[in-house]
């Protein structure tokens, strides 16, 4: 049984449609990689050519997992979907919780949001705690690569000036990426942002009340400062399933002079294991897809990227 609610959609946000930006075949391959992440757990095989929804695969028998710790029912976690009294609003604000997606309606199947792109493989959720979009923060913070008399360094073949971002490595698969992290239920995206650069980039968690005082006064500026919206939606990510998905709002804040972020001590914390300043290129081998929204970084700021010719249209 097909159904998709009659809440508005609230894609005319979206400043482009992923179908068209990106084709499906790019768009899943994170979510279909085995073993699933932190489990031994094997997806069945979704051959390309199956992937959409609208390919009929009478067949198809994905395996169904969702982690223990999900199931153990914390805070920020969903219930299980037969749940007595659990009747969760899809498609819709469902009180705190946003269980809009961002890329516009989803079909719920047998009581059961849908993954927008296609088959994953498995159904459940995973290590996600919501049924449908689990929503997350990514902020992407950026300054010029400047040498020792706070000139802007170009690159030697390319000339453009190069772009640095701060980067974190994750403690969970020790991949690099932008720090970034779950939206808390009534939280604005701007908060998040925020705190999640706060926290896993400068570790406030563990600084005393007068040290984050200061680093709130050094961020307020930055973070005041007009921002560039890089991605809003779906991400291709390996914890997606069938039935949970990841999408995130990928936001810019540029340090154009450097004051702003030049005194603020870089410090690892809570899911991260380093963090330090990265030179952007595309030579970047990032989590997710992470790569993508630092080369739409790059592109705003017509910055150095890659070495290759570009092509002519």
């Not at 994170?30 to 390309?48: D, F, M, W």
Request: hydrophobic share 30%; proline share 6%; charged share 30%.
């Amino acid at each position: 049984s097909f159904s998709i609610s009659p809440a508005a959609s609230w894609s005319c946000l979206h400043p482009f449609n992923m179908f068209n930006s990106y084709n499906t075949k790019v768009f899943h391959s994170k979510a279909l990689t085995s073993p699933y992440p932190r489990s031994r757990i094997e997806r069945s095989h979704v051959p390309e050519d199956k992937v959409s929804w609208l390919v009929e695969w009478k067949d198809y028998n994905p395996v169904e997992y969702t982690a223990v710790s999900i199931l153990a029912g914390p805070s920020w976690a969903d219930p299980q979907i037969n749940d007595k009294g659990f009747s969760p609003k899809f498609n819709e604000r469902d009180g705190e919780v946003e269980r809009r997606s961002l890329n516009g309606l989803y079909v719920v199947e047998n009581g059961r949001p849908r993954n927008p792109v296609g088959r994953t493989g498995l159904t459940g959720r995973g290590l996600l705690g919501r049924w449908g979009p689990n929503h997350a923060a990514d902020p992407v913070v950026t300054r010029w690569k400047r040498d020792g008399s706070g000139n802007k360094v170009a690159h030697p073949v390319t000339g453009k000036n190069i772009l640095q971002f701060v980067a974190i490595q994750r403690r969970d698969c020790g991949e690099w990426a932008i720090p970034g992290g779950m939206v808390d239920p009534g939280e604005k995206i701007s908060a998040t942002l925020k705190r999640e650069f706060e926290e896993e980039a400068l570790n406030s968690l563990q600084k005393s009340p007068e040290e984050k005082a200061e680093l709130e006064k050094q961020l307020h500026k930055l973070f005041r400062e007009e921002h560039f919206v890089v991605y809003r939606g779906y991400v291709d990510d390996p914890r997606n399933t069938d039935n949970a998905w990841m999408e995130t709002e990928a936001v810019n804040y540029h340090d154009e002079t450097g004051e702003a972020l030049d005194n603020l001590p870089l410090e690892a914390g809570d899911d991260a294991g380093k963090v330090k300043w990265v030179d952007i290129s595309e030579k970047l081998n990032l989590y997710a897809n992470h790569s993508y929204f630092i080369k739409l970084v790059t592109e705003r700021w017509e910055a150095h990227w890659t070495e290759e010719p570009e092509c002519q249209e």
